[in-house]
């Protein structure tokens, strides 16, 4: 099975930071690699597919880097509504599977 | 607009059986594959299964592989999770989720579209 491992596992940060969070998969995904922010209750959403691309609607402050088997997101310019726990989740073959999470807080 | 419903959550004693339905409405249901996505309380997010359009592949998490069995019916728009021999580590929100195309069918898989979620406890 593919590892994901995250960090770090949580962070506070202020309003206008720059956030990076890290993915490392345990082996080459090439770029099959999401992320997806979930608030508390409530269902994951989609923010970056294929490692770096926005999917729609989401604010163009979140971004997605990859080098090598290295993923990150980042926020430029963190806002109170981006508190919330935020997932990578690779693709590449089954078993599916995510990261252990990341939670962002003010 | 795409909507995903769970339903059939519930409190069951361990070793006992449970069905969750996911009614789907606002796409052509059989031309996505599906999945189930679980999350125990206070825990990540936990891939459980998926199933192509046209039921011909299904896969699982070792966790509830011989335990778990995913089904749909594209005529009535509806994904179903068969549980059986459940355990406390079941416990769990569990969320019907779309992939964004069915499987083999293109590049970028991702899901798009998530449930609400159903609620599954497992205890004596």
């Known amino acids: 099975d593919i590892q994901l491992t995250q960090s770090p596992s949580s962070l506070s940060a202020s309003v206008g930071d720059r956030v990076t969070i890290a993915c490392q998969a345990s082996?080459?995904?090439?770029?099959?690699l999401n992320w997806y922010q979930q608030k508390p209750g409530k269902a994951p959403k989609l923010l970056i597919y294929?490692?770096?691309n926005l999917a729609t609607g989401v604010p163009s402050r979140f971004s997605g880097r990859q080098s090598g088997t290295e993923f990150t997101l980042t926020i430029n310019g963190l806002q109170p509504e981006d508190v919330a726990t935020y997932y990578c989740?690779?693709?590449?073959?089954?078993?599916?599977?995510f990261g252990p999470g990341t939670k962002v807080d003010l | 607009e795409v909507q995903l419903v769970e339903s059939g959550g519930g409190l069951v004693k361990p070793g006992e059986s449970l069905t969750l339905s996911c009614a789907a409405s606002?796409?052509?249901?059989?031309?996505?594959?599906m999945n189930w996505v679980r999350q125990a309380p206070g825990k990540g997010l936990q891939w459980v299964s998926s199933i192509n359009g046209n039921s011909e592949y299904k896969y699982y998490a070792d966790s509830v592989k011989g335990r778990f069995i995913i089904a749909r019916d594209n005529a009535n728009q509806s994904l179903y999770l068969h549980m059986k021999s459940l355990r406390a580590e079941d416990t769990a929100v569990y969320y019907c989720a779309r992939y964004v195309r069915d499987l083999w069918n293109g590049y970028q898989y991702y899901f798009d579209y998530w449930g609400q979620g159903a609620l599954v406890t497992v205890s004596s």
């Open positions: 606002g796409f052509t249901f059989g031309s996505h594959t």
């Open positions: 082996k080459d995904i090439t770029d099959y």
């Open positions: 989740q690779q693709y590449d073959d089954f078993p599916l599977t």
């Open positions: 294929d490692a770096s």
